[in-house]
Each structure stands twice: as structure tokens, then as C-alpha cells.
């Protein structure tokens, strides 16, 4: 079947993740210092990670929504140092405003502005950043959240929804992102085709599901979709 659908992991696939969550949590650290020191005092993003991962621990669901794993973590700070929970919303916005502070690799855009032309273009992530946030929601016809679909990748239920939404069968669905097991391993699950992009020239292989193909820029991926299309047509 011919390619209709592109679907894009976000998180370390169009930008690196590790420095926007250390940005964001120290942001957020500054602000609960100014406005809630006591919480400040006693949890610093370390902490704070600490007690995200005994929430989850208890509430397993917590792990393919982590707005709402954020938000617990912050409820349950103000409640232990005696602060209202009246703070959440507004902390959590700190940390979201600085969330979205990404640096794009420089191949995305040009990227998205080739393809968006020739395929329906979705993004699906456990995250919770969101691509019209960022000013791109103009490259993207949907956007899947774990949250909202009620599992996280792995899991197939993310990927059958951009099927769903897309009315495609999977093998017309092309899945790229940078995670062996919650992408490749995931995508493939269900019978998309994937791609696996690695960034890092000298990364090895981990996953025990080999992708379709590997890129190490986005740059490579209009052609390698003309090249299976073409196969397709043939």
C-alpha cells in the first residue's frame, strides 16, 4: 500500500529533551523559591522526581499521564509542607511555559514543509508537549497524547488512534522516532512501518524489533518515502 500518513514521535525527535526538562524544572524550582519557599526548601528537582516515581508506584495509570503526575507531585509538596493546593495550576504553568522553550533540530522545519505537502502528518507522544504550543501546529494535521488516548507507547492504542483518525490500514502509516521499544517496537506492534532516527552516528542498535529503515537526519526521510512509494507503485 502506498505511504498516506507520517507520524512523528516529539521528544528527542524534533528537539533534544534532556535540557528542556532541566530548564524547565529549575524554573520552576526559582519560582516555588520565590512564591512558596517552604515546598522550595524540602523538594528540589531531584526530590520532586523522587516523588513522581513513588506516585507511580501506587497509581501505575499515573505513567501515560504526566500532566497530571506533575500536578499530583506538586498537590502533595504544598500539602506536606502546609501550603493550599490553590499553587498547582499556576507552578505548573511555570514549568510548562519553560517546557516549551525547545531548540528544533535544523532539519525539522524544512522537513515538515516538504512533507506536509504529499502526506497527512500526525505527531504522537507520552509527553506533554504540545506542537501548537510551539507554533507548529500549522505542519500537523493531529496530535495524539497518551493522556487522552489512556496508554503510553508502547502500548498499541496510540498508534490504532492515528489509523482511526486517519482512516488508514497501518501498513500505510509510517512511524519515525528515536526510542527502540516505545516507537520502533511499538510501531511496528500494529503493523506500521518505521523509522528509526539516530542522531548519533555511533549508537548501536538496542531493540530486539528491527526498524524499516534508519536515518541519521530528517533530511534523508523524503527520499527514502519516494524510494517505498515508488517500490509500492511498481
Known amino acids: ?98 517546557r516549551h522553550q525547545v531548540q528544533l533540530y535544523d532539519d525539522v522545519l524544512p522537513t515538515l514543509e516538504k512533507l506536509h505537502h504529499h502526506y497527512l ?26 493522556r487522552e488516548v489512556g496508554a503510553a507507547k508502547p502500548h498499541p492504542a496510540l498508534f490504532e488512534a492515528v489509523c482511526h483518525y486517519a482512516q488508514a490500514q497501518p501498513a500505510q502509516v509510517v512511524h519515525i522516532g528515536d526510542d527502540a521499544v516505545c516507537d520502533i517496537a511499538g510501531a511496528a506492534a500494529v503493523g506500521m512501518r518505521t523509522v528509526w532516527i539516530n542522531r ?11 526498524p524499516d529503515a534508519m536515518i541519521h537526519s530528517l533530511t534523508e526521510l523524503e527520499k527514502l518515502l519516494i524510494n517505498w512509494n515508488t517500490k509500492e507503485s511498481n
Open 1 to 98: 500500500m502506498p505511504i498516506r500518513v507520517i507520524c512523528f514521535d516529539l521528544d528527542d525527535t524534533l528537539w533534544p529533551i534532556e535540557p528542556v526538562i532541566y530548564h524547565a524544572e529549575a524554573q520552576l524550582h526559582h519560582w516555588l523559591c520565590q512564591h512558596y519557599p517552604r515546598i522550595a526548601a524540602q523538594f528540589d528537582p531531584l526530590t520532586f522526581r523522587q516523588l513522581r516515581q513513588q506516585l507511580v508506584e501506587i497509581q501505575p495509570q499515573l505513567s501515560c499521564d504526566l500532566t497530571r503526575l506533575r500536578k499530583l507531585s506538586l498537590a502533595q509538596a504544598a500539602a506536606q509542607v502546609g501550603y493550599s493546593d490553590s499553587l498547582v495550576e499556576p507552578a505548573f504553568e511555570v514549568f510548562m511555559a519553560a
Open 200 to 210: 548519533y552516528p555511533h549508537k548501536p542498535w538496542s531493540g530486539t524489533i528491527l
Open 121 to 146: 502528518i500526525c505527531a504522537v507522544t507520552n509527553g506533554n508537549a504540545d506542537v501548537r504550543r510551539l507554533g507548529l501546529g500549522h505542519w500537523f494535521d493531529a496530535i495524539f497524547f497518551a
